[in-house]
């Protein structure tokens, strides 16, 4: 196996794994630490390293970028991760991943009917209706066997997966730096302070006590920052510039399937049949979105001045 090859595959796995555990490290982080804090200095601390290394890297810059819509975009997007932080306290981490892996299906019809983007296909119609299915075996009435979920936990997840999908769909209507490290910083610095106001505000830092913070909140806190924020970021960046954007996309479907696993293994979270059905069937809905949505079947284009990839880092 060549050189190029080993780089691909461990990219691909350190997507795959990396952000599918982090729904479980969240849960773990918020155990003791505040949730909407976690969120925004997540951000905070992942953008600031991202920047430094933006500016390390000195990449000619010919245009000067306005910052608020990049801040604009970076607080929907802090806020969508905010609210799993939130749900997780009330759901199974698995679960918020089955319900975040719905964003594409927002994001398809934000694309069609707010930025008058192409059509839906019958594939990803079909995929729409699957995930539809799904979401409501999912969280619909006891009818459908096993445990009920917490409906606000769900609403949470929901209401951050709407925000998400609307911060990715309005960043590609603003002019970008050539740096897209620099353009992420930028949008992961805003969003950070942002919601680490919100958290000051609402009295979510007065919440944080040294003396009850658990090793393991404060390990998980520090991996989703180091490891979720930035391997997961620069693996995700690599593939997009040595693969198609359809094969680096498929980590939508995979990462669910993932934290399930992984919150089943390491948190007693109950795998019941209405877990197993609603997830195999969003799952299925994902990735036929994902294969069916039109450009995501191109291979990434060379960019004009003050574009950049499409690069937004996962709950």
């Known amino acids: ?34 949730p909407v804090a976690v969120a925004g200095v997540r951000y905070f601390a992942a953008g600031a390293i991202l920047f430094a290394i933006a500016t390390w890297r000195a990449v000619p810059e010919p245009r000067k970028v306005p910052w608020g819509g990049h801040a604009m975009v970076g607080t929907l997007l802090t806020a969508g991760n905010g609210s799993v932080a939130l749900a997780v306290q009330r759901i199974p981490s698995g679960v918020a991943a089955l319900l975040v892996a719905m964003t594409p299906c927002l994001i398809v019809l934000l694309e069609w009917l707010w930025r008058r983007g192409q059509r839906p296909t019958a594939g990803v119609v079909a995929g729409l209706v699957l995930g ?42 603003l002019v970008r730096h050539e740096s897209a490290v620099r353009t992420s910083a930028i949008q992961m610095l805003s969003g950070g302070v942002v919601v680490s106001a919100i958290a000051l505000v609402i009295g979510d830092f007065g919440k944080f006590d040294p003396s009850t913070a658990s090793a393991r909140s404060v390990l998980s806190f520090a991996y ?9 970021y620069s693996s995700y960046m690599y593939l997009l510039g040595v693969t198609s954007a359809a094969r680096a996309s498929t980590y939508a ?14 948190a007693n979270e109950a795998l019941s049949p209405r877990v197993l059905v609603a997830g195999a069937i969003i799952v299925a809905a994902v990735a036929l979105i994902t294969l069916y949505g039109g450009d995501r079947n191109l291979q990434p284009r060379s960019r004009k001045p003050g574009e950049a990839m499409e690069v937004h880092e996962a709950p």
């Open 1 to 34: 196996m060549n050189e190029s090859r080993t780089k691909i595959l461990l990219a691909f796995a350190s997507v795959y794994l990396i952000w599918g555990s982090t729904y479980l490290f969240m849960r773990f982080a918020v155990e003791t630490l505040p």
């Open 132 to 173: 539809i299915a799904g979401m409501v075996v999912l969280v619909g009435p006891s009818t459908f066997g096993g445990e009920p979920i917490d409906k606000i936990g769900a609403i949470t997840v929901l209401f951050g997966s709407a925000a998400w999908g609307v911060g990715s769909v309005y960043a590609r209507t």
């Open 224 to 232: 989703l920052i180091l490891v979720g924020s930035l391997i997961g």
């Open 253 to 266: 479907f995979v990462n669910p399937v993932v934290a399930v696993f992984l919150g089943f293994v390491f």
